[in-house]
Each structure stands twice: as C-alpha cells, then as structure tokens.
C-alpha cells in the first residue's frame, strides 16, 4: 500500500493527540514499564520491516498511527513504552503473533513467545526483575487462535498455555518482580471475526482460559495485579453509545485477504471505511481494537493501578489535619497560667495542596474547645473538637469528605523559662468518598463512606534564653504519633459499570514525626508577636496501597506501590497573641515547607479567658 509523505506527520500528531491519556503529575512510583505480550500489546515490533515512507503511520495492530494500550499506560507515568526488536531498544517487548510458550514462524520472522520474550529481557538484565518496575504478562489469544483450528488438540494447547503463562509469572516474581500486571482474555466472541454461530463457542473458550489462568495463579500463590478486559469491554459493547462508539460489529479498517500488501499492520487513516472511524468504530479488524478501544483499556488499567493509591489520601489527610489539632492543642498557652479554672477555645483553616492539586487538594474549617486547671505552673484539662475536610483528588478524578470529632486530655508544666506538655486524643472519623473513572467520554462515578479513627498521642517542650527588653528564644522539641484506621468498604456501582468498581482492605497507618527547632517572642507591648520554625521527620516508612476487583473477588486484593509523601521538611508558625475585647487572643499562621510540589498550612485564631 502506497501512502502520500504529505500527510503523515499532520495525520500522525492529530491522532496521537486525540487518544494520549494525559500524563500523570509527579515521580511515577513505577521505575520502568516492561511489556510482554502479543499483538494486543505490540507497540511496532515489526515497523522497521516495513518501507520507511510508510512507517510513521503503520507498523501496530489496530487504527494506526494510533497507540495501542500499553503506550498509553507507560505515557502516563511518563516512562518508554516503545518497542523492542528489529533494532528497537524500548521497554516493550510484545510482538504480534505470539503464543504464551511455543515461537512461530512467520514470513516476517520467528515470533517470539512471552516466555521467549521474557528470557531476552531476564538475559539482558543479568537474570534479576527490577522489583520497582510495573511488568505486563499479556497472552493467550492467539492459543485461543490455534485451538480453534485444531479442535482435536484444543485442550492440550490451551492447557500448555495456561500453564507456561503461569509459570512465566512466576518465573518473574521468583527474579525479583512487585508488581506484574496480568489481565485476562477479552470476550473473543464480541469479536467481528467470531461473531454469529461461532460467538458462543468463542466466549466458552476465552472464560475457561481466565478462570484456568486466574485459579492457577491464586492456587500457586502468586500475586499479581488483575486486569478484567473480559467483563469492561462486554460492559462497552453492551451500551456502546456511552463510550463514543457508533459500531462495535464490524471493522475500521478496509482490509482485502486477497490483496497481501494490506493487513492490520498497514491500516491508517487511507484505509479507514471513514473518516473517524478510529474513534467511533471498536474494532479495527476481526480481533484488534482501535485507537478509542485501546484507549479504553488504558484508562481501565490505570484506573485499577491508581484507584488503591488515591484510598491513601485519605488516611493521609487525617494525618495532616491530627497533627495540626495536635499543635493547636499545645501552643494554647503561652506561658506560666494562673492558678485556676480556664477555658479555651479557637478556630482555624486546614489548607492541603499535593502535587500542585494534580494528587489532591482540600480546605478543613475546624474547632476547638478546651477547659484547663492549673496550679503552681501544674495544667491538666480536656478538650473537643469538630472539622470538615472537602478535597477533590485532581484530575477530575474525585472527591471526598472528611469529618472528624474529636475528645482528648492534656497536661503540662510550665516553668519561668522551661515548658513541657502532653496531650493523647481519639478522633472518630467519616468519609464520603467518590471516585471517577474516565472511559472516553463516558465517566463512571463509584462511591463509599467509610468509617475511621484516629488516636494521638504528643510531647512537645522547650526552653528559653533571655528576658531583657521581653525578648526570648531558645530551642523546641515535639513528637506527635498517631494510629490511623479506616475501615474496609466496597463502592457502589451502576448497572453495567461494574468492571472498575474497586474494594479495599482496611487501612491501618501510623506515623511519628519528631520536630526539633528554635522559637521566638517578645513580650514587650500589648502586641506580642512570636516565631517558630522547626524542622520535621516522620519515621513511619510507606505502605503499599491494596484493593480487589468487584468482578473477581475470589482472587483477593492485589497490592501497588503506595504514595510517597516526604518524610523531610520544615515547619514555620507565625503569630502574635494581645488581648482583645478582654479575652486572651492567639492568631497566626502555620505552614510547611521543603516539601515537594506539597503544601499544608493552618490559619488560625485561638480565644480564652477565666471563669
């Protein structure tokens, strides 16, 4: 087929544009992406075979120039997720054509399998699987494939398969590998190719492959990140008018069998049977979807590697509030009170901003309400405390509430020039939480309302030099813990977008962060403006985020890397205390800094008096 240069790159930027996945915000937690797999995954193993005016427009099986799946995955975390063969050095080494374990000729070469594909790459690498890549394991159709046409042996290949598929997995956790990505079998019987008689057949067999695939692997005890592609793109075809498809029974591309210069691998924007049928069509030929049908099945696949991730936002931000109450609590007194009963109370604004909003971003109104007892420098009291959190995970992928009550008791002493205080405090937490799911122009919305607590415990102290002229200053030292718990919960889904509806495990946090700094203040006037700046350490090192698939509980909760919040930073407060309308009046300002592409500040204002 002879294409006109004249268009090419025109054509190829329009498309690569239209159907990119946007790039995630910050470091990826993944150090590669590796693909192996067959044509589903292929991101143009064989291009370089074909003649170099063609090859900006052809060379992948479905709508070229368009991406398929995995170079929609691996552009999002912002990682190679070109090919590899044929002189190519990406991180994909998926190759059309190819079988779970047996190498296939072809009249353009060997195929290599998945097992073969993994044993260059595993050679490569001195026989270690990097255990901070994401690995994809993607086979099995074209077994299917060789089945079909061999029914006496139907059973012995498919077996084979499952097995060497099985084995390959574990054969890279057994290297090293976290994180392997191993979806299922799409329905061949949707397929233009099986369509009709054939239809039932097809769907029997692709199920009994993932449940064989599926039970294998969980019998072996090999985890692994599910990938349900059978049950979403069934939910698509079902109602495809949601997704922007307007024909998921024939083909995009205008393919003759007679005709040997024309196959998957050249069809381009030449070939389509219209204009946009790259992103109205489903299918470009009898198996392989287009351009919006891999986009599709990118947008599931990180919707399934992030939804975990975005759960830890939530215990993280109870975190940040705590330790924000905690230090409203201890900087309630400003020095030595006066023997008696007190009261205390204040209010403040909780601004968290991550990753400039792209990860998430909220404002938490919050009060407080303390009672102290003091004698001879001696405090001890109680407090409460009630806040709303309303953040919205960025990129439109979300929000959520938070409410917090919280009931604590505090104690201190305090000295002409040392302090000391202790508080321990138990917050009952709520959450409504709503995750958006983008499946082209379709969004799904999944939600849940967890329950949650939070228990904290602080120890803060410090000393002070000089009194000449009511300036004093000198060194600070805190360490606030906490125990985070959420409870586990499923989302709720609408008919027919089960397929991303996520559930998760219960989450169980702590953190410690220890603080060392200086303060300042004076107290020469009616106004007495103070300073502190610390700097701040947590302790408590990342988990992994987990969730399952409400289509496939029986396999469990899979696990993904975790949000990597700094565990550095600095603190600086900024406030003055007067008296205003015969109260003791506390306002200032609390922010972090150091952090990267993060910000947490507190503004507050704080109010007490005698009975």
Not at 338 to 354: C, F, K, N
Not at 359 to 383: E, Q, T
Request: glycine content about 12%; overall charge neutral.
């Amino acid at each position: 087929m002879l294409l006109s240069k004249r268009p090419i790159r025109s054509l190829m930027a329009a498309a690569i544009a239209l159907a990119a996945l946007p790039a995630m915000a910050g470091e990826s937690p993944y150090s590669k992406a590796v693909f192996f797999g067959d044509s589903l995954t292929d991101a143009g193993y064989f291009r370089p075979l074909l003649p170099p005016g063609v090859q900006p427009v052809t060379g992948q099986f479905t709508t070229n120039p368009g991406w398929v799946w995995s170079q929609q995955v691996a552009n999002y975390y912002g990682l190679n997720g070109a090919a590899n063969g044929n002189g190519q050095s990406g991180d994909n080494y998926a190759v059309g054509g190819a079988r779970v374990g047996v190498d296939v000729p072809s009249a353009m070469g060997t195929i290599p399998s998945l097992k073969s594909q993994a044993a260059r790459y595993l050679a490569a690498n001195g026989g270690k699987a990097d255990a901070n890549v994401l690995y994809t394991v993607w086979g099995g159709a074209n077994d299917l494939f060789a089945a079909a046409a061999a029914p006496a042996q139907a059973q012995a290949i498919i077996g084979a398969a499952v097995t060497d598929q099985i084995a390959l997995v574990g054969a890279l956790k057994q290297a090293g590998a976290q994180y392997v990505l191993v979806p299922n079998l799409p329905n061949v019987g949707l397929t233009p190719a099986f369509r009709g008689p054939n239809a039932a057949a097809a769907t029997a067999l692709s199920a009994g492959y993932n449940k064989a695939l599926y039970g294998g692997l969980k019998q072996a005890g090999i985890e692994f990140i599910p990938l349900d592609t059978f049950t979403v793109l069934g939910e698509v075809a079902a109602n495809p008018g949601m997704y922007g498809f307007t024909n998921v029974t024939s083909t995009a591309c205008k393919i003759d069998p007679a005709n040997s210069t024309q196959s998957i691998l050249t069809c381009n924007p030449t070939s389509y049977v219209s204009p946009d049928a790259a992103n109205t069509y489903l299918f470009a030929d009898g198996v392989h979807p287009t351009t919006a049908g891999h986009q599709l099945l990118g947008q599931y696949a990180v919707s399934v590697l992030e939804g975990p991730r975005l759960q830890q936002v939530l215990s993280h931000s109870a975190q940040t509030i705590g330790r924000s109450r905690a230090d409203q609590v201890s900087m309630h007194l400003g020095g030595r009170p006066a023997d008696g009963l007190s009261w205390w109370g204040g209010v403040r604004g909780d601004l968290q901003r991550y990753d400039h909003a792209d990860l998430y971003d909220g404002l938490a109104p919050a009060g407080l309400f303390g009672i102290d007892w003091a004698r001879d420098g001696m405090v001890f009291g109680g407090f409460a405390g009630f806040g709303r959190l309303n953040a919205d995970f960025g990129n439109s992928r979300g929000d959520f509430t938070q409410k917090d009550t919280t009931a604590g008791l505090f104690a201190g002493w305090y000295h002409d020039r040392i302090w000391v205080n202790g508080q321990v405090s138990y917050t009952w937490l709520s959450y409504d939480v709503n995750r958006k799911v983008q499946l082209g122009p379709a969004t799904r919305e999944h939600g849940g309302s967890p329950d949650g607590s939070n228990l904290t415990a602080a120890l803060n102290a410090g000393y002070e030099f000089g009194t000449e002229g009511g300036f004093r200053h000198g060194p600070i030292a805190s360490v606030i813990w906490q125990k985070v718990k959420i409870d586990g919960y499923t989302e709720s889904a609408a008919a027919g977008t089960l397929a991303t509806a996520l559930g998760y495990d219960r989450q169980n946090v702590d953190s410690t962060v220890g603080r060392i700094g200086w303060q300042a203040r004076f107290d020469g006037g009616t106004v007495k403006p103070y300073a502190q700046v610390t700097y701040d350490h947590e302790f408590e090192d990342t988990k992994q985020a987990s969730a399952w698939l409400q289509t496939l509980p029986e396999l469990g909760s899979y696990r993904v890397p975790g949000l990597n919040f700094d565990k550095n930073y600095a603190t600086v407060v900024l406030g003055a205390r007067t008296e205003l309308f015969g109260l003791q009046s506390n306002f200032g300002l609390s922010a972090s800094a150091g952090q990267k592409r993060a910000q947490d500040a507190t503004l507050f204002a704080n109010f007490s008096g005698t009975f």
